[in-house]
């Protein structure tokens, strides 16, 4: 009677603990639904971090907005497609940037541009560093061009 009892006890508190840990991980998961903004929410956040970096005019706000849309359907486009891998998804987002940044070079001013440019790479390594990945980019942690002395010590 008393094994009966202590394995019935041990078989709620297993069963609480298994309920009470999906909860948690519903909680998680909804609050991550719930910060996702929209495609268009993202891009004019874009909008307005480019407005207050760059000192843009009205009229470049305008189409700087039309640009950032664009490309942001086109990632969260991208990024839905399964049938791609990663590397092609990668590969495909940098050819995204340099068309964007292509229209962009012909509404922003040279030291706007440059700005901007200073700005993309500040936010590409950021991302490396939360990622884990090697700051410099290159493989283990050396330089795209290897590591230094061509590894020899």
């Known amino acids: 009677m008393k094994k009966r009892f202590f394995y019935l006890l041990v078989s709620g508190v297993l069963l609480g603990n298994m ?5 948690q991980n519903d909680e998680q ?3 991550r639904r719930r910060k ?7 891009a004019q956040m874009q909008t307005t ?3 207050d970096s760059l000192a843009l005019t009205e009229d470049q706000v305008a189409v700087v ?3 950032n849309l664009k ?3 086109q990632r969260v486009e991208l990024m839905k497609n399964e049938e791609l891998t990663r590397e092609e998804k990668s590969y495909d987002m940098e050819t995204l940037e340099i068309k964007k940044e292509k229209e962009l070079k012909k509404i922003l001013s040279k030291d706007q541009l440059n700005k901007y440019k200073e ?3 500040q936010r590409k390594a950021q991302r490396r560093n939360r990622r884990g990945g090697p700051p410099d980019g290159g493989p283990g942690g050396f330089p795209p061009d290897g590591p230094p002395n061509g ?3």
């Not at 996702?36 to 993202?42: F, G, I, K, L």
């Open 71 to 73: 490309y942001a359907k």
């Open 19 to 23: 309920l009470y840990a999906q909860d």
């Open 36 to 42: 996702m903004p929209s495609v268009e929410e993202m």
């Open 49 to 51: 971090q480019m407005t």
């Open 29 to 31: 998961g909804e609050r």
């Open 119 to 121: 700005m993309e790479e």
């Open 65 to 67: 907005g039309e640009i």
């Open 151 to 153: 590894g020899i010590n």
